[in-house]
């Protein structure tokens, strides 16, 4: 089928892109914009690897057609952020460092779409319990970790935003 | 130091090893920037798809290609199984690939594939395996591969000698690896005679000649680069005829690049799976608990190569034994090396033979096994403190019960279990086989040791010293008894000259730095609600030795994993298969399932480190813990319930089963 | 996995939709959050020529209370959204919990409630990929004309798989459905067919507008017990939801009892409704209720766990419910 020029927010920039209709918005991302953060995981919306914001909302983006969320004739799209949109002016969100440095990533294959998920619940919840970690992350699959080192990971994070907003209010 | 010793050095002195440190690679893969065989996207590329063959067992008898070959947008077509192929064509799982294509997007490239005509002639297939087969009509049918029975002492005497024996069934399905990554490559030709392959894969120095001697051509001109794998488990360490084909396909469309990745159905299908392993067990020992007699008539599957063979007792030296084993061919996706191939089926079989045993004798499976620790021989001593600090981190005493009263139904009950690990590989040089840790860590600790050492020959002379004074600490080069006399660093470095020095650390294999057979135990808490039959994960416990830690936080984080794993084989994973189609039916993740964050409850790791362990220098950790969850669950469910359910994974519709048959027999396992 | 191509229409209204609809069908479908389209559309289950991406109607977003009458909410309305709404919590409790238990956190920031409702229903000789059901022949459900867990059968037993329809049921839901005639209404009771391919009484040219709730269901107290293997992302292979209004005694003065994931369509367990009406709510008047929901339920071989075992659980669940409805839990 023919191509067609749309238009999508993606990292908080405007980018144009030439394709065909039918296009996922995860293989547009991934091909089209060279963000290959958001990964290919199941075929069946049930693994979660793929998980960008979409104003914010955690959601899959190999169930969603790029044209469907491109700036309509109003001139209105929503907002996608994608793993490659996190990190702010060159640095890492504490999230993504302590992820690292936690033990949350093995192959990695799954972790940006975790931290996506976590980047929302945080922002949504900015103490979160135990259990609302695990209901919040429980839509993203992980083969290697077993899950444990990712509540340190993101107990970490949050005393590194607090220390760092703590730092920056003196 | 003697010129050619290494050792690891003492605890005093040591820096880094043993410290928690993070993943190097955390930062790259925390921000989207690691990048995997599947997210290369290069110049030109073209999509790889493939004609699988539909049917369990087949012939192939003609293909017909001339429309995908007119199609537009095809670049290119190749015959992978042609009727010529194998034994007259013949194919043994539904998935096999028969026909490649390469076309200029995904899209064209299924076009492409559904255009082409395949017929084939079906054959009689068997895809189920848990049946027990019948020993005289399996002697006689190509379909079983009956091994030589195997005795040990004494077994007939001593069952007679046995005061308590127990006889029961036990086993694990066949199950899949189910990387988030699938399978696949990208392969390209930078000229008519060089092969460039981005391979996802565990095997970076080894697949490039694979793949070379595969299409016939010298290893040399064979480059394979991957910087990142999304996980592998065992199923990607040889070749794949998808990873042929796309070298095939790029040949023949001038040399770009073709990228073939399975799609999840595939990769559930035919990119690996993990035998089965059933048997019937019988054990018999004293009133004591003393452990005198194992029979075992066991059978299962991996695919077409039937297995020839299950080491059971699994670990345990049982003076008296007699066993026979089964293996059975399914037509069904091959087996490949799943993380501590056949440990954790014989150690589900193994132990739970043993505990419904120590339930029989009325005792604490935890002092079965003190009383029969000998047996364990040679890492009774290790196991034996494992066990404590497990029972410590369980409080195993405490809590423990004798098995279930189910009279008190709905009510959902707390039991514990125990079980051991064990793995004993030699190193190589794949990422595989808890071998890379061993492998590349004595060969990374050589080699720095042998730089180390040629860089003090050239500096002694300049601290007019010499080689065997002078040591190298927090960042400088000094003479031992002297550290006023000393260099920088980069001084010292300075004076190599123009000549850098390259060396290379060589593993010899086992020795001083690097060593195997390692053990582990593992506890698991868990609450069936005997009303659905569901099972609850409460807590796991794992202690596992794996010699001197280089590095606590990525060994304790393999540990975590593994655990994980077995919750997932012990609860959900099974590859379900249809016999009167010769089908799987659960062909995505919807179906074949892996534990969520909610799935499990508490994980606790204690690595055994420190004197006695230390000096057994490093020893891989990848496998060993993912051998003894699913046996410690399933012991913990029947300890719960009071009976066991013979067959993982632990689905509540057969521990539900489990228990009304119990019911109805009036008695308890 | 890739799309087969279409041509994606983005109307405004619900007026511009109900056309585009009437112009094209059968060869346009539906599309909302598409967690339930797209993923079928993979496997080459739905091939429409024009996809109706309906996401841009704004007046199918909210949830609307109309004293006197009942709750109106939007078809489009996310799954999310219901899940965090103190209100449906207070006032029809029994839908927040059903809802709450969807898939997974992400799948129902995408997922509507119209999608939930009009959720396809499911087998695994039917949601497979292309080459897969050719090789089995196909089924009557899509391209042919065998059924692979009733042998010999001439009827679809595709099992209806989603959570909230059941509560609905327990709440006497109505639906509102735009047409090329207009709009209609008619109780959820009335919308399934009970099989397992023509499961709705949907015309292709027409469409879920909005879900009503009526006053009078408001404020009972509701339960959803629902069966999975895993604690999220899996679909329901059984689920019963209960919701019951006890007075200051603890007699029931009203109950409803509704099964879904065992049937080609969630049911109403009719007869439930009657035991416990009048009744002092106990163990033994929650077990009768699950004998008669254990009745209504068929389920057949469309799933893995044994059709025996969902039925049990149908049992199991629908006096857990029961209970749980009944004290507030």
């Known amino acids: 089928m023919k191509k067609e020029l749309i238009e999508l927010r993606v990292n908080g920039r405007s980018r144009e892109v030439a394709i065909e209709p039918a296009k996922l918005l995860l293989d547009t991302l991934r091909e089209d914009l060279q963000l290959t953060g958001s990964k290919r995981g199941c075929d069946d919306s049930s693994c979660g690897a793929c998980t960008v914001l979409v104003d914010g909302t955690p959601m899959l983006s190999c169930t969603m057609i790029a044209a469907s969320i491109s700036v309509d004739d109003e001139g209105h799209a929503p907002e996608i952020t994608t793993i490659e949109g996190v990190a702010e002016h060159g640095a890492m969100a504490a999230i993504q460092k302590a992820y690292g440095d936690w033990g949350g990533a093995q192959c990695g294959y799954c972790t940006p779409g975790f931290i996506m998920t976590v980047k929302a619940l945080l922002e949504r919840n900015p103490e979160p319990s135990d259990e609302d970690i695990r209901h919040a992350l429980s839509g993203n699959l992980c083969r290697c970790t077993g899950y444990t080192q990712m509540y340190q990971a993101i107990k970490a994070a949050i005393r590194a935003e607090q220390q760092g907003i703590a730092a920056a209010r003196r | ?669 | 996995m890739s799309l087969p191509p279409f041509k994606l229409l983005r109307p405004r209204s619900i007026e511009d939709a109900a056309g585009y609809l009437s112009a094209h069908a059968p060869d346009i479908q539906i599309i909302a959050g598409g967690t339930d389209l797209l993923p079928s559309m993979k496997q080459r289950l739905f091939t429409p020529k024009y996809l109706l991406d309906i996401r841009g109607i704004d007046e199918l977003r909210t949830i609307r209370s109309i004293p006197g009458h009942g709750t109106e909410i939007g078809a489009l309305v996310t799954l999310s959204t219901i899940e965090d709404s103190e209100f449906i919590r207070r006032s029809y409790r029994v839908l927040r919990e059903a809802v709450a238990t969807v898939a997974s956190p992400i799948l129902r920031n995408m997922g509507t409630i119209g999608g939930n409702i009009c959720l396809d229903t499911r087998c695994l000789w039917y949601n497979q990929s292309l080459t897969w059901r050719k090789s089995c022949g196909f089924c009557i459900k899509k391209d042919g004309d065998l059924c692979h867990v009733a042998p010999g059968g001439k009827k679809c037993w595709a099992a209806f798989s989603a959570d909230s329809p059941a509560a609905l049921l327990c709440l006497e839901a109505e639906l509102e459905i735009a047409g090329p005639a207009g709009k209609r209404r008619l109780p959820l009771s009335e919308f399934y067919t009970n099989i397992g391919d023509a499961r709705m009484k949907l015309a292709n040219n027409e469409m879920l507008t909005r879900v009503f709730l009526p006053e009078r269901m408001a404020g009972y107290d509701g339960v959803y017990q629902k069966l999975r293997l895993r604690g999220s992302i899996d679909y329901p292979l059984a689920g019963v939801a209960a919701a019951l209004k006890k007075n200051a005694q603890g007699i029931i003065e009203d109950a409803r009892v509704a099964i879904t994931g065992v049937n080609p369509a969630p049911l109403l367990v009719n007869e439930a409704r009657h035991a416990l009406a009048g009744k002092m709510l106990n163990d033994h008047a929650a077990a009768v209720v699950g004998e008669l929901a254990a009745k209504v339920a068929k389920p057949l071989t469309t799933s893995l766990l044994t059709p025996e075992y969902r039925r049990e659980m149908i049992r199991v669940f629908a006096k857990r419910a029961v209970l749980g409805a009944g004290t507030g839990v």
Request: aromatic share 6%; with cysteine.
């Open chain 2, 1 to 669: 130091m003697a010129e050619n010793t290494y050792q690891w050095p003492d605890a005093s002195k040591r820096k880094l090893i043993g410290k928690r440190m993070n993943r190097v690679d955390g930062p790259v893969k925390a921000s989207g920037r690691a990048k995997y065989t599947y997210d290369l996207v290069r110049p030109n590329m073209l999509y790889g798809d493939s004609v699988k063959c539909p049917y369990a067992h087949a012939r192939v008898k003609s293909i017909d290609t001339s429309a995908a070959e007119k199609m537009p947008g095809v670049k290119a077509v190749h015959v992978i199984h042609g009727p010529d192929d194998g034994a007259k064509g013949e194919v043994f799982w539904a998935g096999t690939d028969i026909v490649a294509v390469a076309a200029v997007d995904e899209p064209t490239a299924r076009d492409a594939v559904r255009a082409i005509k395949v017929e084939y002639e079906q054959l009689p297939h068997l895809v189920l395996n848990d049946k027990e087969p019948n020993l005289a009509e399996a002697e006689k049918s190509e379909l079983y591969k009956v091994a030589s029975k195997e005795t040990v002492g004494d077994p007939n005497s001593a069952f007679q000698q046995s005061e308590v024996t127990h006889e029961g069934y036990y086993g694990s399905p066949v199950i899949t690896h189910c990387c988030l990554e699938t399978h696949g490559s990208v392969a390209e030709w930078p000229d008519k005679d060089h092969l460039f392959l981005h391979i996802s894969t565990q095997n970076v120095p080894g697949i490039g000649e694979q793949v070379a001697k595969a299409i016939d051509m010298p290893a040399s001109n064979v480059h394979v680069h991957q910087d990142h794998v999304g996980g592998g488990f065992g199923s990607k360490l040889g070749l794949d005829p998808w990873g042929v084909a796309a070298a095939q396909l790029s040949k023949k469309a001038g040399g770009v690049p073709v990228k073939m990745m399975l799609n999840r159905a595939t990769e559930l299908e035919t990119a690996g799976c993990r035998p089965s392993a059933y048997a019937r067990v019988k054990v018999g020992a004293k009133k004591d608990g003393t452990l005198l007699a194992w029979e075992s008539y066991a059978w299962g599957s991996g695919g077409p190569g039937a297995p020839g063979s299950l080491a059971i007792p699994y670990v345990w030296k049982v003076p008296n034994q007699q066993k026979q084993y089964v293996g059975v061919v399914n037509h069904i996706g091959p087996s490949r090396a799943w993380r501590a191939p056949n440990h954790p089926q014989m150690c589900v079989i193994t132990m739970g033979a043993l505990d419904d045993l120590a339930a029989k004798l009325g005792m604490d499976t935890f002092d079965f096994v003190k009383k029969n620790i000998d047996l364990l021989d040679p890492r009774s001593k290790i196991y034996s403190e494992e066990l404590d600090v497990a029972n410590d981190l369980m409080q195993w005493k405490a809590r423990w019960h004798p098995r279930g009263d189910s009279d008190t139904l709905g009510i959902p009950m707390e039991a514990i279990s125990l079980q051991i690990g064990d793995n004993q590989y030699p190193p190589d040089s794949a990422s595989g086989g808890s071998s890379t840790i061993g492998g590349v860590s004595s060969a990374t600790f050589r080699a720095a040791t042998d730089a180390k050492r040629q860089l003090i020959a050239k500096v002694a002379p300049a601290l007019n010293a010499q080689p065997a004074d002078l040591e190298v600490a927090d960042g400088r080069v000094r003479v031992a008894s002297d550290a006023s006399r000393s260099l920088s660093w980069k001084e010292a470095c300075s004076k190599l000259g123009a000549q850098t020095l390259t060396v290379r650390g060589t593993n010899p294999g086992e020795g001083d730095l690097t060593n195997s057979g390692v053990g582990g135990v593992q506890m698991a808490d868990v609450s069936v609600d005997t009303e659905t039959g569901i099972v609850k994960i409460n807590k796991m416990v794992a202690v596992q030795d794996c010699g001197l830690v280089i590095s606590p936080k990525q060994a304790e984080s393999q540990v975590l994993g593994a655990m994980i794993m077995g919750v997932s084989y012990a609860l959900y994973e099974e590859k379900v298969m249809d016999q009167t189609t010769g089908t799987m039916l659960n062909t995505n993740m919807d179906n074949y399932r892996l534990a969520g964050i909610g799935d499990v409850g508490e994980l606790v790791v204690r690595l055994m480190t420190g004197p006695g362990y230390d000096e057994r220098g490093v020893i891989g950790i990848g496998e060993p813990p993912t051998v003894s969850p699913g046996a410690a669950i399933s012991n913990a469910v029947a300890n719960a319930i009071g009976v066991r359910v013979p067959f993982l994974p632990l689905t509540p519709d057969r521990v539900l089963e489990a228990l009304e048959k119990a019911q109805g027999e009036g008695g308890r396992a």
